[in-house]
């Protein structure tokens, strides 16, 4: 078993289990129940950490983590409606339900 990733917060280690599982690539979260020992220890060591199976799946693994992350962007468009700015992932604003060009 190999760790390739560490998350901020259980629900960011369930994606990235759930991406890896629909290409069949079995993987683990461990400190998913942490999280109550922070203050006692230091926060970052409870962080819930994705461990991947099978050694041979690594590459495939990171490959995979590189791709999830290279989706995000910090574009934005304004609503032509109300002027609100909103994530260019939008279909439609945030604000006033307009639908997005």
Known sequence: MKRIYIASNLMDAQV?????????IK????N?????????LAAMQMWPEVWVESDA????????????????????KTCPQCGEENPENF???WN?????N
């Open 16 to 24: 990235v289990i759930d991406t890896l599982a629909t290409c069949g």
């Open 27 to 30: 993987a683990h979260i461990f």
């Open 32 to 40: 998913a129940n942490a999280v109550g020992a922070v203050g006692e």
């Open 57 to 76: 799946d690594m590459e495939t693994a990171l490959e995979l983590l590189r791709q999830m992350h290279s989706v995000q962007s910090n574009g934005t």
């Open 91 to 93: 279909l439609s604003c």
């Open 96 to 100: 006033c339900n307009q639908a997005l």
